[in-house]
Every structure is written in C-alpha cells, then in structure tokens.
C-alpha cells in the first residue's frame, strides 16, 4: 500500500476551511462509508464539510448517513478542498461530473478501481489491492493520526461498514490488512453486531418476496456457466420494491457449482436502460465482460455496467434474445 502521499494530503487538508466530499452516483456502502467517515473525520478538525451526491441516499443504507447534510454541487464553488472517493473516473459521479471538473480547489482521489483518472486531481491515491475506498481512507486517516482511536466513533463506524459491504461481510478481496483495519476498528470500540443488523436484517418483507418470485420465475441458468436475472418492471412495481432492496440478489446464483458468471439485469423505463450487476467466480473476468457488453466496468470480479434501450437493444422485451446469444 503506497501511502506516500499522506503528508502532502495532511498538508491539503490542514490548510483547508471548507472542504467538500464526493463520491460515486447510484451510492453503495463503501460510497457511503468512505466519504461518510471522511465528513465526520474533517468536522472533528473543525472544518465546515459540504458532502454532495448526484443521487439519494437508498433507505436501507441511511443509517450510514446519520448526522451527515447532503448539499447540491454549489458547494464546490466555495470550498477550498475536494475529496472523491470510490470511484476512478469522474464520470462515475454522474450528473454532477461538470460541477467537478470546474471546481477550482485542489482535487484529492481515494479510490481501490484500476485505470484512475490521475490528470483530473492534484493527489491520488489509488491501490485496487484495497477491499473497498473506506479500507483506504482508514489506512490513510490512521497513518495522519497515528493511531485508531482518534479517528472518532462515527467515522470509525463509517469505515467498517463501508469496508464489510464491498467485501460481502468478509467474502471477496480480503487481505491480512483489511482484517488489521476490522480488529483495529473493534478494538477502538466500533459495534459491528449493530452494524451487520441494520445491513443485513432490516429488510422489509417485500424484499424476500421479490427475491423468492424472482429465483422461480427469472432465473436463467446457460449451460456455459452464465446465470442471468432479469427484473422487469412491472415486476419492480408489484413487489412495491425500493432502491437497494435486492442487494445481494446477484450473488445467489454464484452458490450454485456450475455458474462462473451472474448478472441481473434491472429494467429503468424512465432513464432507458437495464441496470447491470456482475459477479464473477475467481478466473471469470465480471469486469472484461461489463467493458465488452455494458458500457461500464469496475472490480475484476464485481462490476455494473448497462444495456441501452432502443441503442443496444430495441425494446426492453428483447432482453432475453440478447442474454441467449451473449458471449462471455
Ligand atoms: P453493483 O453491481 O454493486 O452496482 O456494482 C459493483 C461494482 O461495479 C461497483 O463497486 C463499481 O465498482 C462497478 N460499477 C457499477 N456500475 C458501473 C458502471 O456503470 N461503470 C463502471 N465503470 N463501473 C461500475
Ligand atoms: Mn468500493
């Protein structure tokens, strides 16, 4: 891990009055955790923090928020310092990249994607060998510290849930130094119980409805190891589903031996795209394929992406043809 850049970035932050935090559109957990900590991190300085997002914050990932205002992209005009993370190239952040682009402060990146946009900012850093952006915000903010603790509970907090969504509680991309960051963070006094139960056991009932219809009646298994969900809708609409409620359906058909390769595929009539998921067994690249066929990329084994309607294909109904001739 290159932390090199953490006195210049001491020296940024520092000199800063009003610092701004962004991340990536469509937020997940660690886009939440990791600018998240970063708000309550800068506010413990003593610094006015503006955090802005291109998109709401889903219900089931508010509680990361908690006491963090999020403001409109007005804020980079005053601020004096912008930090990005969880995201490699500013269009990621969506509607809001023009805003980015033409704010005038220094520019600092904490991101784990390969390939970052480095001519766009002053610092980077950047190690796609990190679990998750808040893994690295923890290592960079400790190395300013020198130690854990002073850090302070709620960006502590941040951090570990960030850091236990992109890894899928512990699944994927572990290392001995995500695990130092989780007994750390445990030791400062974070409540990981409390965290896992608002992550993974505050779901409405609608949620396992839709999942349970959806396995029966949406789940394509290709002989060639490709398993596929399709999410209409009208489907959507009858289960009365919210953003963020069929997190983790993608992983499901991963459990099965044969499947190398998941993707679901939901329909969103009024922005014109399936929005796609992929997960990857190890060898299987999710990423080669979300950069071939979707427009998008990401993790080598984690990455989104998306399907255009009329462009790639010309109504939302030939999802399937395009899924049966797919290569992967
Ligand atoms: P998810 O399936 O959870 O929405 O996304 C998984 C990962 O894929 C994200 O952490 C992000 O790294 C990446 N990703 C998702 N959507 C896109 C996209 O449209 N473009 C790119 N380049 N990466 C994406
Ligand atoms: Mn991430």
């Not at 923890?138 to 850090?151: K, P, Q």
């Not at 409390?194 to 609608?206: A, G, T």
Request: proline residues 4%; glycine residues 10%; aromatic residues 8%.
């Amino acid at each position: 891990m290159d932390l090199s850049g953490v006195h210049r970035f001491e020296e940024l932050v520092r000199l800063a009055r009003n610092i701004a935090v962004t991340t990536h559109r469509n937020p997940d957990g660690d886009a939440l955790g990791s600018s998240g900590a970063l708000y309550h991190y800068f506010r413990a300085k003593g610094k006015a923090v503006s955090v802005v997002l291109a998109d709401p914050v889903p219900d089931t990932l508010s509680f990361i928020y908690e006491g963090v205002p999020v403001c409109g992209p007005e804020a980079f005009d005053g601020c004096d310092l912008l930090v990005c993370t969880d995201f490699n190239l500013i269009s990621r952040a969506g509607d809001i990249e023009p805003a980015i682009r033409a704010c005038k402060a220094p520019k600092v990146l904490i991101d784990h994607h390969v390939g970052p946009e480095t001519e766009a900012f002053d610092l980077v850093f950047s190690d796609s060998g990190m679990s998750s952006a808040s893994e690295l915000v923890f290592w960079i903010l400790r190395g300013m510290e020198g130690g854990t603790a002073a850090l302070g509970p709620e960006a502590g907090r941040c951090l570990m849930t960030g850091m236990t969504t992109d890894t899928n509680n512990f699944a994927n991309s572990v290392t001995s130094s995500t695990l130092s960051m989780a007994g750390e963070l445990l030791e400062a006094g974070v409540d990981r119980d409390r965290i896992l139960s608002q992550l993974y056991n505050s779901y409405r009932p609608n949620r396992v409805a839709a999942m349970s219809w959806l396995l029966d009646n949406e789940l394509h298994l290709r002989e060639d190891g490709l398993a596929y969900i399709v999410v209409r809708d009208k489907v959507w609409h009858r289960f009365g589903l919210m953003e963020g409620e069929l997190e983790g359906l993608v992983n499901i058909p991963l459990s099965i031996g044969s499947v190398n390769m998941s993707l679901t595929l939901r329909e969103d009539p009024a922005q014109g795209y399936y929005r796609i998921s992929l997960r990857s067994r190890e060898g299987w690249s999710a990423r080669e394929l979300a950069m071939k066929a979707f427009h998008g990329g990401g993790h080598e084994k984690a990455s989104g992406g998306r399907l255009y309607f009329p462009q790639d294909i010309e109504s939302p109904d030939d999802v399937y043809d395009f899924m049966k001739t797919l290569e992967i």
